[in-house]
């Protein structure tokens, strides 16, 4: 019987953990569009709170942007959003943003920034353009092995 109980509580205490989790951040329903940029450019965070909220503020000290950034009232009671320049020298990678209402409840956004420019390779020898000497010697490399495969078959035919 023992069994049964313990079993029944650590069931009862597993689902309360799984749901309880979501229904806190249901108050503070955070999103930010686009949700992919490169630095230098500008995405908006938007929320919810819970009526009655007077406000909303994003943290951006991952970003390289001010620790607390204010977030302006909607037209709809507790909704809040800002738009900001994501910083030419931010790190590309993904970041969790956390978005707060002015009453303690929070959520959080995810935003990907990616590299700018083209994908970093390396600096192999095209990387500042073609290299004319090098290109010169390969075809000086070429035309000597056509010459050569010439003067072979000439010899066996």
């Given at each position: 019987?023992?069994?049964?109980?313990?079993s029944?509580?650590?069931?009862a205490?597993?689902a309360?953990?799984?749901?309880l989790?979501?229904?806190?951040?249901?108050?503070?329903?955070?999103?930010?569009?686009?949700?992919?940029?490169k630095?230098?450019?500008?995405?908006?965070?938007?929320?919810?709170?819970?009526?009655?909220?007077?406000?909303?503020?994003?943290?951006?000290?991952?970003?390289?942007?001010?620790?607390?950034?204010?977030?302006?009232?909607?037209?709809?009671?507790?909704?809040?959003?800002?738009?900001?320049?994501i910083?030419?020298?931010?790190?590309?990678?993904?970041?969790?943003?956390?978005?707060?209402?002015?009453?303690?409840?929070?959520?959080?956004?995810?935003?990907?920034?990616?590299?700018?420019?083209?994908?970093?390779?390396?600096?192999?020898?095209?990387?500042?353009?073609?290299?004319?000497?090098?290109?010169?010697?390969?075809g000086?490399?070429l035309?000597?092995?056509?010459?050569?495969?010439?003067?072979?078959?000439?010899?066996?035919?």
């Amino acid at each position: 019987m023992r069994r049964i109980l313990l079993s029944g509580g650590v069931l009862a205490g597993t689902a309360a953990a799984l749901v309880l989790p979501g229904v806190a951040s249901a108050e503070g329903a955070g999103s930010v569009t686009p949700d992919t940029v490169k630095p230098g450019e500008s995405v908006t965070f938007s929320t919810v709170c819970a009526d009655g909220v007077k406000s909303a503020d994003v943290a951006g000290t991952s970003l390289g942007l001010p620790d607390r950034i204010p977030m302006a009232a909607g037209t709809t009671p507790g909704s809040f959003s800002v738009a900001v320049a994501i910083p030419g020298t931010t790190v590309a990678g993904t970041y969790n943003i956390s978005i707060d209402c002015g009453d303690g409840s929070s959520s959080l956004v995810k935003l990907v920034v990616t590299p700018t420019g083209g994908v970093p390779t390396g600096g192999g020898s095209t990387a500042r353009g073609p290299n004319r000497s090098l290109m010169a010697v390969g075809g000086g490399l070429l035309l000597f092995g056509a010459a050569g495969a010439l003067l072979l078959r000439r010899r066996t035919v």
